[in-house]
């Protein structure tokens, strides 16, 4: 029987195992011009045990940027500072793939540089606040990307792909879930194009695998991972077609021989079997535990072939060495909210091992 403690080939890359540390942003990327700091290297490298690290949503270009003190990939002083995270994972035995994340109409201009606001498929505001450096303030309505924009846009989730390698990560994943630029573009009441970038469900997937066409051209398809969260909500996100909807996603991405799919599992497990049947390559399961994060008894989704990998958030947060606690069967120790987002070396690089 398969389990979650055996190791796995991804596209060429061996993992360890199939526990892998699912992507969580953490605020703390105090290095000048949004970069990766030492102490960065120090959390990654200390969950190296994992068999995929998926880091941080990282964004692809300065208008990418939607949170406070997340880092990015746009630069060379970026790519740098990446280089000493990845070179600290790889020496503790870890894999390690960077998400770009372009957070669209998810931010405040106050965020961005110059005269640079949140951007968008379509100038339609989404409900909701967003933590800025003035506090938690109103989000607004975002610029309409022209076609022209839309094209520079892909272009710099395959620029970045390309500084990712350069800065020395296995892979990267694109952020097409949890209400971000691609699912924005995914869904029926962000996304009010006509213009063949939206409208029915062949425009409206057209951005995504776009992009991902892209990227997997700049790098090859086996270093690419692509998540989805369908029926998410996230962002004031709707999606009144989530079938038929990702059902197409899934066949415009399956011919581009990507390193996996990875999705962010609603309450619908019928779902999640049909597109496990539906994609034709490796897929990682962050499953539905709602309210509670995922924990132990998710390992039993390996061994019925549910899933190929199963990701792990706020117990990876807490557990630096969750495969071994894993293995072991505990004891666990519990994600401090409060340190979650921003902050120094607390609820960050001082959770203790079982050693």
Known sequence: ??????????????????????????????????????????????????????????????????????????????????????????????????????????????????????????AVKPAGQVFTDQGLLEMETPKELTGAEIAETIADFATAARNAIAAGFDGVELHGANGYLIQQFLSSNANQRTDGWGGDIAGRIRFGVEAATAVADAIGGHRVGFRISPSGTNGDIVEQDTDELYSALVAGLAPLGLAYLHLVESADRD???????EWPGTLLLNPFTHPEPTGPEALSLIEDGTADVITFGALFLANPDLPARLAAGGPFNQADRATMFGGDHRGYTDYPTLD
């Open 271 to 277: 779902l999640t079997r049909r597109l496990r049947k």
């Open 1 to 122: 029987m398969t389990t979650a403690f055996d190791a796995y080939d991804l596209s060429g890359l061996r993992l360890a195992n199939r526990i892998a540390m699912a992507p969580m942003t953490r605020s703390r990327a105090y290095g000048p011009g949004a970069t990766p700091t030492e102490l960065m290297a120090t959390y990654y490298a200390q969950r190296a045990g994992a068999g995929l690290i998926i880091t941080e949503g990282t964004q692809p270009s300065v208008v990418g940027q939607g949170y406070t003190s997340t880092p990015g990939l746009h630069s060379e002083d970026q790519v740098a500072a990446w280089r000493v995270v990845t070179d600290a994972v790889h020496a503790a035995g870890g894999r390690i793939f960077a998400q770009l994340m372009h957070s669209g109409r998810i931010g405040h201009h106050s965020l961005l540089p110059g005269a640079l606001t949140p951007v968008g498929p379509s």
